[in-house]
Each structure stands twice: as structure tokens, then as C-alpha cells.
């Protein structure tokens, strides 16, 4: 029996390797982050002064809603072709193999538009100086976006408008994760010290990641039948 | 010796009553063939024996031991092969192998080398799977079933799509198979041309609703 | 031991619930009607008007409890469904669908009487307070969970997994409300309803507690009763069946 931890860095490697295969995929999600900041501006005001003041809101809500498309098809495929059978059948944790899977998606999708996102903030007039506090809280509420939307993601396995529902499910429970993290970036967009919101959304992703991939494996159970 | 007994399997999907009472015993060495119509519930004894469908109030004796369709040590010697083969289409065969049985147990590139000659994927191993025919991937899958090293296999139409080299293939392999000692459950309405002597069979018959 | 699991399995089974909701939900019923007229009789009619916030301030009477009791409902249906999930019970499970209904429209009740109070104190029908946004969220909540059994056909598929969502929506209730009261502090935003437990004189507590446990009498007894359709729909191909409705 091949220990626990080779076999969820096998899966970890192998969710790279497909990415690395069909690199469009990676991209949408961060092309769909930048159109909706840039649709702000153009709904709203070309002053940077006012977007600098909803900056904060723009940037979690437009991170939020490209996370979420990138969830649908966190567990699709692996249903359809039979993968997350083999994975019952493997003798290993199946919530670690899923958890595997969540950090895949999170290196691929959120770590990812956490990077892109303080130059969006540039065009929403965002100082260079708060990027160090708009990474930390991003990296932070992604990852625990990603957890929360795994649970979604397995209950929702193989419906159809799974990812409308998906979205329904999700973003009720997301609702922590957007107010401390927009209150962090806010802060980090004022030049303040950010560490108690921040704290609390550290807090946040650990209670996720104790909890959410037991949650998602159950769901997933469920749906396999 | 008999390695495998199910008793008094009861299956309901919502609420039709899929399976009832469903018994059988398996020694090593033999196969199981499982027959009936579209609807019958062949799946659905294939899936509730891995554990994916919940039964009410099963007997599940493997190696003489009672044990639960969930259990570990049980899984670790059954190998599933369902309508599909569980292969990434962007993946190669090797690759696909790799971190299939990975999982499971380690195996080298050696050994998925020789699994790939065994089945006769050799030439198109390096192919990404999604440019392969249907029966090229059942061949890969199956090489996966031998690599896992399983001695209970579970085949779900196993030669569907398959010519007639393919289908001599499966026979082939199964009964290399059964000679080492294994055991396989088919559900199939195809016959397996396999040595009669090998075989028992086991017909259901399609559950009305309850 | 042995008493204890058969009276637990008793308990599961649906003739033996049908019949037992049927005889209790007049007790729950007629206590509720009661309670209701009494209590709204009381707050509307006898309580004096808040020195403050004059005749409005009677709408507590129906918002308090409404908004009470829709966390209280869902918390019902997690445990209702979790006994479900865990014990595999199907009339646990009946009850957990039979209590969406009844708690969304508690929420929204809670809702526009929020909404109407606010309106004659702030010249507008919504703002941002925290307990009018945590409710707001909580109703998304139960129309989630209505979704999900709605968009799965098989309804053994749809119990289990609207079981785990309920299951993390009630983990998740307490942190999403303190992360609302945490966000409206940050801004000082407008609180519509002050509720000053403590100072509140008798007149007005006594109407407030018969609402609330009228409106629970009440949320027993419409349970109830949907809990028996819910039942007759499940096991409508059961034998039982029969024998009852002749």
C-alpha cells in the first residue's frame, strides 16, 4: 500500500500535468477577473479617487465569481470517466485525495488571480504600497473559497446547471470569507496595520481546512452513486 | 476454497427495489458471469460490491472473515473496471498507468512497460489517450487492472466495442488471470469464451417496483 | 439498551410517525391560535408605544419572534437531517424537507417587518443593519438547500446531499453572523432595532414571550402536518398506505 503522502502528491501531480497540457483553462478564469474590473470603471466613473474607495469590493467580488467558474469542473471530469471510483477503491483517505485536488485548483486558479490582482488594482487606483497586504488576504480567501467550493462542487456533481447552483450554495457561506477580506484590503489600501482581519481569515481557512474536505468527500460519496 | 460470499444483497435505487436478496459464492480460480436484461441491475451488483451503492443488510465474507463493502483491506484486492476506462484523455498510456496504480502500490516504468507488452498497447503507449480507439483504451485498461495486482476483478462489459481480437484478448487475460489463483465477477450478456468448467453464472431477473 | 433502540426505531418508522402527528398536532395547534390572538391582542392593543419610536415599535411583536425562530428552524432541520444522514432514517429526512418551507417564509416574514419598521424610523425600506443583512443571508441559505433537493431526481440522492449542506450551513450560521456584526460595527452603519432586553418593561415582555412560543406552537403544528403530506408521498407505494386511507 503506497504510503499517504506519495499518493496525494501523485494526484497533486498529476492535476499539474493535465493543467500543464490545456493551458487555456488556466487562463479563462483570470481573463474573466479582468474584464469585470475593467467593466467598473466603465459602469461607474473614470476617477481614480472614487474606484479607489470600492477597490475593495471589486477586486473580492470579481476573485469570488472567477473562482467559482473554475469550480465547476473541479470533480466533472474525474466523475465522468471513472477516476473518483478508482480513488474510493484506492485504500487511501478519500477526503485527502480529494483535499489534493482542492489544493490543485487553488495553485492553478486562485493563486494564481491573487497574483493578478493588485495590478488590477493599479487601474482601480490601488497604491503600490498595500500589494504585500492585497496578497496575503487574497491568498488566504481564495484558498478558503476553494475549500468551501469543493463541498459545492460535490454536491452538485453531474446536475444539470450545476454551476448555477453551485454559485446559489456557495457564496451564502462565503459571505465571512468576503466581509474580513475586503476589511483587509481596505486597510492595506489605507496603509494600516491589516493583522486583525487577517488573523480572522487565518482562522477561517484552518477551521476549512479541517472541515471542508470531510464535508466534500461525503458529498462526493453521494453523488457517485 | 471459496474466497468471496455475498448473502442476501438488497439494493433499492429510489424506490425501486433493484436487487433482492441477492446471493452468491465465489472460490479462486473461477469466474462469475452475470447475466439479465437492460435494467436488471448488473451495475448496480457491480457498484454496490465496491462500496459506491449503499446496501441494506448485506453479508459480505471475504477470505473467511466477515468484512463490509467499504473495508480497506478489501479493496486493496479488488480491481473495478466499469462501461469506461478511467483514463485521461490528455494523459499518454504510460502516464495514465502511472498515476492509476500509483496510488495504490508503486510501480515502476519497467513494470508498466511489461503490463503494456502483456496487453498489446505497446505501439500506441506514447499516444495521448484521447487519440485512441475504443478498444486501444479498453487494452490499457486492462493493463491497469493487471498492474494493480488485484485478485478480485469486477468487469462491467468488458467486451463491449471490442473486435473479435480484442474480445480473444479479455478471454485471454482472464484466463491468465483465473490460473493464477484470481477471480473475476463479468457482467456481461456476451459470452466470455471461457473454459465452461471456469464458469458459474448467475441470471437476474428484472426487479418490478417494490 | 434494548428498550432505547426499539423505541428509537419505532420512531423511524412512518406508519407509527403518520399516526403520531396526526393525534399531536391539535395540541400544538389550538395552544398556538391562543397564544397568537392573545399575544397579538397584548402588543398591539394593550402595551403602551415606545417613548421612543411610538406605534411602530409594535411590529417587534411579529418581527422579533419571526426572525427568532427562522434560525431556530434551521437548526431543526440540520439536526433533522443529520439524524437522517447519520442514522439513516427516511422520516428524519421527511422532516428536514417539510422544515425549508416553513423556515424561508419565517425568514421573509422577519424581512419585510424588518423592512417596514425601518421605514417610517429612516425614510427608507432597507438598510444595511446587521440583523436585516444576516437574515437576508440566512434566506439564501434555505433557498439554497431548497434548490439543491429541487435540482436532484433521485430522492435518496437528494435527502443525503441536502443533509451535508445543511450540515455546513448550521457550522457556518454562527460565523456568518458574527462576520456580519463584525462587518456593521467596522462601519458604524445605522442599527434599525434596539432591543434593550433588560430595560424592557413587562407590558411589552409579556406579549414578546407569548409570540414566541405561540408562533413555535404554531411552527410545530404546520410541521407536523407537513410532515404527514411528506410522508404519504414517500411511501405512497407502501401497503400501510392503503389500510389508512380507507
Not at chain 1, 60 to 86: I, P
Not at chain 1, 103 to 121: F, I, N, Q, R, S
Not at chain 2, 143 to 151: D, F, N, P, V, Y
Request: aromatic share 8%; with cysteine.
Amino acid at each position: 500500500m503506497r504510503p499517504i503522502f506519495a499518493a496525494t502528491l501523485l494526484v497533486l501531480r498529476r492535476e499539474l500535468l493535465l493543467a500543464l497540457r490545456r493551458p487555456i483553462l488556466v487562463v479563462q478564469p483570470l481573463a474573466f477577473f479582468a474584464v469585470v474590473t475593467a467593466l467598473f470603471p466603465l459602469g461607474y466613473t473614470p476617477e481614480l479617487g472614487k474606484l479607489r474607495a470600492i477597490a475593495p469590493g471589486v477586486l473580492w467580488v470579481g476573485a469570488l465569481l472567477a473562482s467559482l467558474l473554475a469550480l465547476e469542473s473541479l470533480f466533472r471530469e474525474d466523475a465522468e470517466d471513472g477516476t473518483l471510483e478508482q480513488f474510493a477503491l484506492s485504500g487511501q483517505p478519500f477526503a485527502l485525495l480529494l483535499g489534493a485536488k482542492t489544493l490543485a485548483h487553488w495553485l492553478l486558479t486562485g493563486l494564481p488571480l491573487t497574483l493578478m490582482a493588485p495590478w488590477l488594482g493599479i487601474a482601480l487606483g490601488v497604491p503600490l504600497a498595500a500589494m504585500p497586504g492585497i496578497l496575503a488576504s487574497l491568498a488566504l480567501g481564495t484558498w478558503t473559497l476553494s475549500l468551501l467550493g469543493a463541498v459545492g462542487a460535490g454536491l452538485t456533481l453531474g446536475l444539470r446547471r450545476g454551476g448555477v447552483l453551485l454559485s446559489l450554495l456557495t457564496l451564502p457561506l462565503a459571505v465571512p470569507v468576503i466581509v474580513f477580506g475586503a476589511r483587509a484590503t481596505e486597510l492595506a489600501i489605507a496603509g494600516e496595520s491589516l493583522m486583525g482581519p487577517l488573523y480572522l481569515q487565518a482562522a477561517l481557512a484552518v477551521l476549512g481546512m479541517t472541515l471542508a474536505p470531510l464535508a466534500a468527500a461525503a458529498a462526493v460519496r453521494i453523488g457517485l452513486e | 476454497m471459496t474466497e468471496l460470499v455475498v448473502n442476501n444483497l438488497h439494493v433499492f435505487r429510489g424506490e425501486r427495489h433493484v436487487l433482492r436478496g441477492v446471493s452468491f459464492a465465489l472460490s479462486a480460480g473461477r469466474c462469475l458471469q452475470v447475466t439479465g436484461a437492460n435494467g436488471a441491475g448488473k451495475t448496480t451488483l457491480l457498484r454496490s460490491l465496491c462500496g459506491f451503492v449503499e446496501a441494506e443488510n448485506a453479508e459480505l465474507r471475504w477470505c473467511g472473515r466477515v468484512s463490509t463493502f467499504n473495508d480497506h483491506e478489501y479493496h486493496a484486492e479488488l480491481g473495478y473496471l466499469g462501461h469506461d476506462a478511467p483514463l485521461k484523455g490528455d494523459l499518454d498510456a504510460r502516464e495514465n498507468l502511472c498515476f492509476a496504480v500509483g496510488i495504490r502500490r508503486r510501480v515502476s516504468a519497467a513494470d508498466i512497460g511489461a503490463a503494456l507488452d502483456e496487453v498489446g498497447a505497446r505501439d500506441f503507449a506514447d499516444r495521448p489517450v484521447r487519440r485512441l480507439s475504443a478498444g486501444q483504451r479498453r487494452r490499457v485498461a486492462f493493463a491497469q487492472l493487471q498492474l494493480g495486482q488485484s485478485r478480485l476483478w469486477l468487469l462491467d462489459e468488458p467486451t463491449t466495442n471490442l473486435d473479435i481480437a480484442g474480445q480473444h484478448l479479455v478471454r485471454d487475460l482472464l484466463a491468465r488471470h483465473l490460473a493464477k489463483g484470481g477471480m473475476a465477477i463479468a457482467a456481461t450478456h456476451q459470452t466470455l469464451h471461457l473454459e465452461a468448467a471456469l464458469l458459474d453464472r448467475l441470471e437476474l431477473a428484472a426487479g418490478a417496483s417494490a | 439498551m434494548g428498550t432505547t433502540w426499539t423505541w428509537f426505531h419505532r420512531f423511524g418508522s412512518p406508519p407509527h410517525v403518520y399516526r403520531l402527528a396526526g393525534i399531536l398536532t391539535p395540541w400544538f395547534a389550538w395552544p398556538a391560535a391562543i397564544l397568537i390572538i392573545t399575544g397579538l391582542y397584548a402588543g398591539l392593543v394593550l402595551a403602551p408605544p415606545d417613548y421612543q419610536q411610538g406605534e411602530g415599535f409594535r411590529i417587534i411583536y411579529v418581527h422579533a419572534p419571526s426572525a427568532w425562530l427562522s434560525v431556530m428552524i434551521y437548526a431543526v432541520m440540520a439536526t433533522a437531517a443529520g439524524i437522517g444522514l447519520i442514522w439513516r432514517m427516511k422520516v428524519a429526512h421527511a422532516a428536514a424537507a417539510s422544515c425549508a418551507a416553513i423556515g424561508a417564509w419565517f425568514t421573509v416574514v422577519s424581512l419585510v417587518t424588518g423592512m417596514l419598521w425601518g421605514k417610517p424610523m429612516w425614510g427608507t425600506y432597507w438598510v444595511w443593519d446587521p440583523r436585516l443583512t444576516a437574515q437576508l443571508v440566512l434566506l439564501f441559505l434555505y433557498l439554497g438547500y431548497i434548490a439543491l433537493r429541487a435540482g436532484i431526481d433521485d430522492l435518496g440522492r437528494a435527502d443525503r446531499a441536502s443533509a451535508v449542506l445543511a450540515l455546513v450551513g448550521v457550522v457556518n450560521l454562527p460565523i456568518i453572523r458574527y462576520s456580519v456584526e463584525w462587518w456593521n460595527s467596522i462601519h458604524q452603519a445605522p442599527s434599525v432595532m434596539k432591543m434593550d432586553k433588560p430595560s424592557m418593561p413587562i407590558e411589552m415582555l409579556a406579549p414578546l414571550l407569548m409570540m414566541l412560543v405561540g408562533l413555535s406552537l404554531y411552527f410545530a403544528a404546520v410541521l407536523l402536518v407537513r410532515l404527514r403530506a411528506e410522508i404519504l408521498n414517500r411511501e405512497r407505494q407502501a401497503s400501510w398506505i392503503k389500510e389508512v386511507v380507507e
